[in-house]
């Protein structure tokens, strides 16, 4: 959703905490295992609209619920996508990520819409792979705060990794796809800083490797 109009359109609409209403009635029933496997069903839609009725004043369509799912899809993909490529720290009061300035310029070259990331964090993170079945990249949350910034010859490492593997992610409505890189078990994937930590700048990987 790049359009600032969509953008603008999508923040009137789901203001007044309906954004968050939505989010924990997709929770409530993935916990409920009314949904599994983030497969959301044109009849879940209509339920959604019901419940959003009964919760606010604002009227909404199924259309609307559907496609407020798939932005939240693309958010929580794309927000993987970040954390995984580069290792970025987390700050757990603002949910969001952290690093140096210059870390997110390179990752925001390769990728405009992380900045949202840098200025807004994702306080819904965990709920949102909750709901659409993916793994949260739990090595890279649970990182120290206080971790060693990131060598010069870890940037350019870095710098490589978001060139070769920055490109946009797929918005399919389809569930996952296998060959996508941020999805998949965290067991295989490092965060970037722990993928080239060696010798005195070595650190403490806390959670899946």
């Not at 203001?15 to 209403?21: F, R, S």
């Not at 496997?37 to 959003?52: P, Q, S």
């Not at 210059?102 to 840098?118: C, L, T």
């Not at 295989?188 to 005195?200: I, L, M, N, V």
Request: proline share 6%; charged share 30%; aromatic share 8%.
């Amino acid at each position: 959703m790049d359009d600032p109009n969509e953008v603008i359109r999508d923040l009137l609409l789901w203001d007044d905490g309906m954004e968050d209403a939505l989010i924990n009635f997709l929770y409530e029933d993935t916990i409920a295992y009314r949904l599994r496997g983030g497969k959301i069903t044109h009849n879940d839609h209509f339920r959604l609209v019901e419940r959003l009725l009964g919760y606010g004043t604002k009227k909404f369509n199924s259309e609307q619920v559907k496609g407020k799912i798939a932005h939240l899809k693309r958010r929580q993909r794309e927000l993987t996508d970040l954390m995984r490529q580069t290792g970025l720290g987390w700050d757990p009061n603002r949910k969001a990520p952290m690093t140096s300035q210059e870390h997110w310029e390179k990752a925001i070259r390769v990728r405009n819409s992380f900045k949202h990331f840098k200025t807004n964090g994702c306080p819904r993170y965990e709920e949102l792979c909750a709901i659409f079945g993916c793994s949260v990249a739990m090595g890279t949350l649970h990182r120290a705060l206080t971790d060693p910034t990131p060598t010069s010859d870890e940037e350019d490492l870095l710098d490589e990794e978001l060139q070769n593997r920055g490109g946009p992610s797929p918005d399919d409505e389809g569930g996952t796809s296998p060959h996508s890189p941020m999805y998949g078990s965290t067991q295989s994937r490092r965060p970037f800083s722990a993928s080239y930590s060696s010798g005195s700048h070595q650190r403490q990987r806390v959670g899946p490797s």
